[in-house]
């Protein structure tokens, strides 16, 4: 049996490796060479894995298909899968990366396995119609006609590239009968419209964010923040960016309250403060912040709370203490969008996972297509979690594609 896989990213590079053990495979790559986005991942060191995969670490519409791919069996595959291939892993805070300390080595462990399963790879052939025919799915660039038995598709997202050409693999998957569930920027910055941001642009700082819709609690994660000149970034804000992008594009408002102070466990930040102040209380408040808070921060927050910087903190009113003390523990920021698909990690949505086989990536509407990676309406939060998924989803598609049981 011959199976096309389209995608030679690192769910399609697994997909077709497991494939190849009782197939001939083809793996059709757009790019003059496969795995590319493999190399810019964990800024160049390649987080592929974790060892907390609890699935509270992913988001999709419906949970099912992580939860089946998610088994103790298939974690523990994919761990001897790269061990196997050759990578030793550095693991940091559960993050797994090569420890050769680059990505480089992902790439060419996966390539070398491709090599020797000899999986036939057609670099530079985008893939532009697959049309299914007489149980042969017959695909096309608009030149050549491969035809095949089967087919995995793993054709990405729209993160990372400038172009829309990701978005065939989606026309494809529509056109075959599959609801797309709305692709949008995930593991992404988030814009606001504050004056402010000139001021604060470049400091990072601890912080928690908690996200809000409309006035209810959503979600909280905590981590180094990155202030910009467009709103906040950094891993913290990209690990609720989804859920604020999907939130925002229902219509409702979002917000993000910063805590700034998250060293700080009491409940009662103006005592502290009123202590601090015990010896140092007659400094001007720009000063009296300096040391738990970044100056240029310090100076916007005084001036959101319409609190004069050459104050004392002797000086402020009950009230002005307790709105100073709310803003360094609850600053609240209005979410308007996030960053375009070109600077988002990952993409939430896509194939809609209730149209999949679990326990196999097979279409539930054509028999012998199947799905691999981020195409499909599974994301993950940063830590080796979209990796994952892409090589879970891979290995299982690939294993599959072959059973003669079918
Ligand atoms: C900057 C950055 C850093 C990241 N860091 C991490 C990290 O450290 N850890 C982590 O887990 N995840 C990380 N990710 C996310 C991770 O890279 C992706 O989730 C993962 O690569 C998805 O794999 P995929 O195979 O599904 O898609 P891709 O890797 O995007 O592969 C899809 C492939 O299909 C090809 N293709 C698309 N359309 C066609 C077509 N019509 N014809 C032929 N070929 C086609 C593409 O050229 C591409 O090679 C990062 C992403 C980015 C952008």
Redesign the pocket.
């Known amino acids: 049996m011959t199976v096309a896989v ?8 697994v997909a077709a490796i497991y494939a190849s053990k009782n197939n001939k495979v083809i793996l ?4 003059e060479q ?5 190399l ?4 160049g ?4 894995w974790n060892t907390d995969q609890n699935i509270s670490h992913y988001h999709s519409r419906n949970m099912d298909l992580i939860e089946s791919l998610n088994t103790e069996n298939n974690r523990q595959e994919i761990l001897s899968f790269f061990e196997k291939i050759g990578i030793v892993p550095l693991i940091k805070n559960g993050y797994y990366y090569p420890y050769s300390g680059t990505a480089t080595s992902i790439k060419t462990a996966l390539m070398l396995e491709v090599k020797k399963q000899n999986i036939e790879i057609k670099n530079n ?4 119609d697959i049309k299914k025919e007489n149980d042969q799915f017959i695909i096309s ?1 608009g030149n050549e006609i491969i035809s095949v038995d089967k087919v995995i598709l ?4 729209l ?2 590239y400038k172009d829309d ?2 978005n ?2 989606y026309n ?1 998957a529509k056109k075959f009968g599959h609801e797309i569930v709305k692709i949008l920027p995930s ?1 992404v910055q988030l814009q606001g419209n504050e004056k402010y941001f000139k001021d604060w642009m470049g400091i990072r700082c601890n912080s928690i964010v908690n996200l809000y819709q409309d006035n209810d609690y959503i979600k909280s994660e905590e981590g180094e923040i990155l202030l910009t000149d467009y709103g906040i970034s950094g891993i913290c804000v990209f690990n609720i960016s989804g859920i604020a992008a999907r939130l925002l594009d229902d219509g409702h408002d979002v917000f993000v309250n910063i805590n700034f102070v998250p060293w700080y466990k009491g409940n009662n930040f103006v005592n502290w403060l009123d202590e601090r102040s015990t010896y140092i209380g007659e400094r001007k408040l720009d000063e009296f912040l300096e040391g738990f808070l970044n100056y240029k921060l310090a100076h916007v927050i005084l001036k959101v709370s319409n609190i004069d910087k050459n104050k004392s903190w002797n000086e402020l009113s009950l009230s002005e203490k307790n709105m100073l003390a709310n803003n360094f523990i609850n600053f609240s920021l209005k979410i308007t969008g996030t960053n375009s698909f070109d600077k ?3 993409c939430s949505g896509g194939v809609n996972t209730l149209e999949i086989n679990k326990d196999t990536m097979e279409s539930l509407i054509v028999p012998g297509l199947y799905f ?4 499909i309406d599974v ?2 939060d ?9 090589f879970l989803s ?1 290995m299982t598609a690939g294993i599959n594609v072959g059973d003669l049981r079918d």
Do not use: H, P, R
């Open positions: 389209i995608g030679g990213g690192a769910a399609g590079l059709i790559e757009k790019n496969c795995a590319k986005k493999i810019v991942t964990g800024n060191k390649c987080n592929y052939y985008f893939v532009k660039d793993a054709t990405g997202s993160a990372y050409s990701a065939i693999g494809i593991l988002a990690q990952v691999a990676g981020e195409i994301d993950g940063c830590g080796g979690y979209n990796l994952g998924f892409a891979g």
